[in-house]
């Protein structure tokens, strides 16, 4: 018989077939744990190399617009209040031209009713120096512009109005009043007309009260004194706190001629407690004598009232939205 041979070394155990297979798992599991790690640094990596190509591309974009819009504006701006060609001022339908492309292109970042009353001054004087005059008026143009930024801006404030309504409950929602109201002249101040809370009719002089959202203010206001010819409407507004009941005599007042060239964004009253108003005209249609058939027209008048979300700055008086300015201040819009 052969002896026995003991193989293994002093102070050592055997290994056992169950501990073998665990360090081989550990083993599998330590290289995917690696190989994971390594898909999940290059999945990062490509992530924020793609978001810092997005950054850059939008800002050479944002760059790029920038400077597209400044040179349009000095190219546009330099005829009307640069040096004038052998000192002879443009005529006024290039300056018509110009101040309906300016009007169009930059109404949110400047006051342009100077400007454009300017050149309705020098189309009037043109037309009663031709023969005969004009069959239209040829200022129609610039008050169908001025009633398309009139309502670009009224959308715009109605899509903040909807961003400020997120954050609230909706008891608190169903108890605001009309963000903007419309209010039409009758012309028989006592003649009852269909109305709804955000819908008003009056006379000529007839003060109607129109409450802020959140009932903070009242405005007090009157219509009169309508000039059809020339598209212009007299307006007194007196806003004070609604607690007062009445307006007092520190209160401010303010009175205006009303005409398509105020806009919501640029001619709008700002309140000490934060509130903001725009009135403009809506609707102007001339009257007219009775025709053959036709029955006498007694003529259309409509005012907007444009409330503003409280705490509102309008473009040309911030550089970033209000309510990112807002939230980084800390405060909660209203």
């Known amino acids: 018989m052969e002896p026995h041979h003991d193989n293994s070394q002093p102070g050592k155990t055997p290994e056992t077939p169950s501990k073998g297979r665990l360090l081989d798992w550990l083993d599998v599991i330590a290289k ?3 190989a994971g790690a390594l898909l999940v640094a290059a999945l990062i990596a490509n992530s924020f190399q ?30 009307l209040a640069g040096p004038q060609k052998d000192g002879k001022m443009i005529s006024p339908e290039r300056e018509e031209l110009l101040a309906e492309l300016l009007a ?4 949110e970042n400047f006051e342009l009713k100077p ?93 109607v009260r129109l409450e802020s959202p959140d009932h903070g203010y009242t405005l007090m206001m009157t219509i009169s004194e309508p000039d059809w010819k020339n598209q212009t409407v007299k307006v007194s507004t007196s806003p004070f706190p609604t607690s007062q009941g009445i307006p007092l005599t520190a209160d401010p007042a303010y009175n205006f001629q009303l005409s398509w060239f105020d806009l919501p964004f640029t001619d709008n ?26 029955p006498a027209f007694p003529g259309t008048l409509t005012v907007a009232v444009l409330w503003f979300p409280k705490g509102y700055f309008t473009p040309r008086e911030r550089p970033l939205n209000y309510r990112e300015v807002q939230e980084l201040l800390g405060r909660k819009p209203q």
């Open 32 to 34: 995917l744990v690696g």
């Open 50 to 79: 793609s978001k810092l190509t997005g950054v850059s591309l939008q800002t050479q974009r944002e760059q790029a617009e920038s400077q597209l819009r400044a040179n349009m504006f000095n190219s546009l701006i330099n005829p």
């Open 104 to 107: 169009l292109n930059f109404y």
């Open 115 to 207: 400007l454009l009353d300017d050149v309705s001054r020098r189309l009037v004087v043109e037309t009663n120096a031709k023969p005969g005059g004009a069959a239209s008026d040829s200022r129609e143009t610039l008050w169908s512009i001025s009633r398309r930024i009139a309502q670009r801006q009224q959308a715009s404030i109605a899509w903040e109005w909807q961003q400020a309504y997120r954050s609230e409950s909706p008891g608190k929602r169903d108890g605001r009043r009309c963000e903007s109201y419309t209010v039409a002249v009758v012309p028989d101040p006592g003649h009852s007309t269909a109305q709804t809370a955000c819908q008003l009719s009056a006379g000529l002089r007839e003060i």
């Open 269 to 294: 009253t700002l309140l000490p407690d934060g509130n903001r108003f725009a009135v403009y005209l809506r609707l102007m249609q001339p009257p007219y004598p009775a025709k053959g058939n036709l």
